[in-house]
T-cell receptor, first 117, second 114 residues
């Protein structure tokens, strides 16, 4: 399976603290995305980082990408109770032939974040 | 804006029964997808449709069929449900399949097969 791996599987913090989640993958990629899933809902796209980028910011989110280590991290600063959710990384593996990226977004197994008020 | 709409939200089936999950998107997206989500497994792709008139297998297609009815609608059919198909099913769409940059998800269908 080319499924990505995320750690930790679960993270419990207090409001105001920072939360860091990590994602590792096994193949070359063109971009890596992070999604949030609130309980009982569908996934919502948060941020995308391209393979030629090392860091990207969006509001309280900071994403890093290290293609040499095949890993990415998502940092949520000054967390709030409303950030409680599951967070997934996702990427399209490059095919072996030609380096094209046609097809399927592969998801990691997710990190469950709980932020206590 | 409705985005991606899935029906039904909940369904209970007996082993061997059949059913169709419906999905529609109103964003004029070319590509649509069906995923299943199981505890500890993340999301796994069942089938996808890169454009109207085409469908392709994903990671876990066995036991499922799909129909891209038109650009808006993409249905998933279980011909003979099995307990192993108990899962939460998500439909998603994107502008394109090649180097996809953002998926829009429906709210999911929770299916139990007894």
């Amino acid at each position: 399976s080319q499924q990505g791996e995320e750690d930790p599987q679960a993270l419990s913090i207090q409001e105001g603290e920072n939360a860091t989640m990590n994602c590792s993958y096994k193949t070359s990629i063109n971009n890596l995305q992070w999604y949030r899933q609130n309980s009982g809902r569908g996934l919502v796209h948060l941020i995308l980082i391209r393979s030629n980028e090392r860091e990207k910011h969006s509001g309280r989110l900071r994403v890093t990408l290290d293609t040499s280590k095949k890993s990415s991290s998502l940092l949520i600063t000054a967390s709030r109770a409303a950030d409680t959710a599951s967070y997934f990384c996702a990427y399209v593996p490059r095919s072996n032939a030609g380096g094209t990226s046609y097809g399927k977004l592969t998801f990691g197994q997710g990190t469950i974040l709980t932020v206590h008020p | 804006n409705a985005g991606v709409t899935q029906t039904p939200k909940f369904q209970v089936l007996k082993t061997g029964q059949s059913m169709t999950l419906q999905c529609a998107q109103d964003m004029n997206h070319n590509s649509m997808y069906w995923y299943r989500q199981d505890p500890g497994m993340g999301l796994r792709l069942i089938y996808y449709s890169a454009s109207e008139g085409t469908t392709d297998k994903g990671e876990v297609p066995n036991g499922y069929n799909v129909s891209r009815l038109n650009k808006r609608e993409f249905s998933l059919r279980l011909e003979s449900a099995a307990p192993s198909q108990t899962s939460v099913y998500f439909c998603a769409s994107s502008e394109r399949t090649w180097m996809v940059e953002k998926l829009f998800f429906g709210s999911g269908t929770q299916l139990s097969v007894l």
